[in-house]
């Protein structure tokens, strides 16, 4: 019969390890809750009349200096390692992930929150539809058919007209198309992420494709002659927001879970950000989604769903390395 301390020790091992069981849930869902702010932060400092590229370059600048210290005092040997024809691929990566923001970002001044953010989160699709063009995989039953929810979806999306009260002017078509067309600049983020991160850590990264993009990008402002300076004082701090919670909180805390729960399940998880994104429209912009909105954005995620969750065992590795790549987009 064991002792009482026996029992007490018992106890203690359970309620220690009770917690860690949660924190890989507990993080997905701060981070959806951060990512679903994403939005909010971009149509807040638009109504500041922050143009959209200086808000692409200020998300992606305000995460690449956050990371920088860690990244060179950790891992500036895995950075010396790095081969000159990876740092090209980082370079197009970048540019990449820089059109991803800017034509994301640009679609909220036209549509409504619901349409952009599930027709950006379209990536996956586009991944899948690219790969086997550019990596010579084979096109599955599944993708077929959650491509065809998707596309059934995204007609819908289109047909609804609605739009909420963009800042600039009521164009769902061109806000609509603008985040379509960040959604495959993201699956060709995403299909390179798949070669440099065989061979590089996560961090160092992320810090390179962000740095890339974030470079590129001021450079594009500076050239354009976008206003940066003379802006309201809250239109900073909306910027500011956007490079912590969305990009460094949000997409942090899906690696955490990573760690833990299978790259499908957090990925398919990563899909309640524009369920988020629309709820925080609904109470703190006032847009409310029509029922074409609804069931069209519904038949997206649902054909997003389809196309994650039934890939083949062969794409494991890939598809765990797209996860990755996607909770730091």
């Known amino acids: 019969m064991p002792e009482s301390g026996d029992n007490d020790m018992t106890e203690r091992t359970v309620s220690e390890r009770a917690p860690a069981a949660w924190r890989p849930y507990a993080a997905m869902l701060i981070g959806v809750i951060a990512v679903s702010f994403a939005a909010i932060f971009i ?23 956050v990371l920088t210290p860690v990244v060179l005092r950790r891992h500036l ?26 034509t994301w970002i640009t679609s909220l001044e036209y549509t409504a929150v619901v349409n952009s953010v599930t027709l950006v989160t379209t990536s996956p699709l586009w991944v899948a ?13 599944a993708t077929i058919i959650g491509l ?23 164009d769902p078509w061109l806000g609509n198309g603008l985040a379509l067309i960040g959604a495959v600049a993201a699956a060709v983020y995403l299909i390179i992420g798949r070669r440099l991160r065989a061979r590089w850590g996560l961090l160092v990264y992320i810090w390179l494709v962000y740095g890339v993009a974030a470079i590129l990008l001021v450079g594009v402002v ?3 002659g976008e206003q940066v300076g003379g802006l309201p004082d809250t239109a900073y701090l909306w910027m500011i927001l956007m490079g912590l919670v ?10 955490y879970a990573l760690g833990y729960l299978p790259a499908a399940y957090v990925s398919l998880v990563i899909l309640g950000e524009p369920i988020g994104s629309g709820l925080l429209a609904m109470a703190l912009l006032e847009e ?8 069209g954005s519904a038949l997206i995620l649902v054909g997003i769903g389809v196309t994650s969750r039934e890939q083949p065992a062969g794409r494991a590795r890939a598809q765990d390395a797209d996860a990755h790549a996607l909770v730091d987009g």
Do not use: K, M, Y
């Open 43 to 65: 149509r807040l400092a638009q109504e500041e009349s922050a143009p959209s590229l200086v808000l692409a370059a200020a998300r992606l600048s305000v995460a690449t200096l």
């Open 148 to 170: 065809v929810l998707a596309i059934g979806g995204g007609v819908l999306v289109a047909a609804s007209a609605a739009a909420g009260d963009p800042p600039t002017r009521h």
């Open 288 to 295: 409310w989604p029509v029922p074409l909105q609804i069931a």
């Open 77 to 102: 040997a895995e950075l010396r390692a790095v081969r000159r024809d990876d740092l090209l691929w980082a370079i197009v990566s970048g540019a990449a992930l820089g059109l991803h923001f800017t």
């Open 246 to 255: 969305p990009q460094l909180i949000g997409h942090s805390s899906f690696n």
């Open 129 to 141: 539809l690219l790969a086997p063009l550019l990596l010579g995989e084979r096109l599955t039953r």
């Open 222 to 224: 500076i050239v354009s």
